[in-house]
């Protein structure tokens, strides 16, 4: 069973840049069958997918970021990485991984346990 | 359209059935899944495709669409059901747009 687990700083200063990586485990990022998708959740809010990448590296994201955010694969080690810069207070949120199967109807089958960053400071 | 509407919250007695809906114009075009998601937990998909329910889901559980609105029921809701609920679809033109639901807070009387 596929697991996914974030990892990163979890404090980072405004107008810096976030960094997170998604570590994929009992599958291949290679696979031709998933979007591999970043999630954010601001605290008590609901959820905003920001952006995903294919393995070929193909990416897409969301225009609400105008530009700041940057998605990245490896595939040697199976990761997938996150960088938004110039980050304010309204960056502040859980964010999450997740595997989303390409498919006649997509959905997202696996979720990592989320990482809490905050902009602060 | 690239919004989903859910109703904020929702409240249902202990065994009875209760169904959450998502409206949207994109659901027309797209398929809705649905997700669960516990205080201080990541959400678990509990229906896709708008009426399938993964492996290991119970049976209460189950989906319907129609027209722009997309449903979750949750039929003899127990005390673990309470949760957040979100719905997810895609704009028909790329599946790699994702529109979520604002989300419905599910209360178990």
């Known amino acids: 069973q596929v697991q996914l687990q974030e990892s990163g700083p979890g404090l980072v200063k405004p107008s810096e840049t976030l960094s997170l990586t998604c570590t994929v485990s009992g599958g291949s990022i290679s696979s031709g069958s998933y979007y591999w998708s970043w999630i954010r959740q601001p605290p008590g809010k609901g959820l905003e997918c920001i952006g995903n990448i294919y393995y070929s590296g193909s990416t897409k994201y969301n225009p609400s970021l105008k530009g700041r955010l940057t998605i990245s694969i490896d595939t040697s080690n199976n990761q997938f990485s996150l960088n938004l810069s110039s980050v304010t207070a309204a960056d502040t949120a859980v964010y999450y991984c997740?595997?989303?199967?390409?498919?006649?109807?997509?959905?997202?089958?696996?979720w990592g346990q989320g990482i809490l960053v905050t902009v602060s400071s | 359209s690239s919004e989903l509407t859910q109703d904020p919250a929702v409240s249902v007695a202990l065994g009875q059935t209760v169904r959450i809906t998502c409206q949207g114009d994109?659901?027309?075009?797209?398929?809705a899944s649905w997700y669960q998601q516990k205080p201080g937990q990541a959400p678990v998909l509990v229906i896709y495709?708008?009426?399938n329910r993964p492996s290991g889901i119970p049976d209460r559980f189950s989906g319907s669409s129609s027209g722009n609105t997309s449903s979750l029921t949750i039929t003899g809701a127990q005390a673990e059901d309470e949760a957040d609920y979100y719905c997810?679809?895609?704009?028909?033109?790329?599946?790699?747009?994702?529109?979520f639901g604002g989300g419905t807070k599910l209360t178990v009387l």
């Open positions: 495709a708008n009426n």
């Open positions: 994109g659901l027309r075009g797209y398929y």
């Open positions: 997740a595997r989303d199967l390409i498919y006649s109807s997509s959905y997202f089958d696996s």
């Open positions: 997810d679809s895609r704009d028909s033109s790329d599946n790699r747009v994702v529109l």
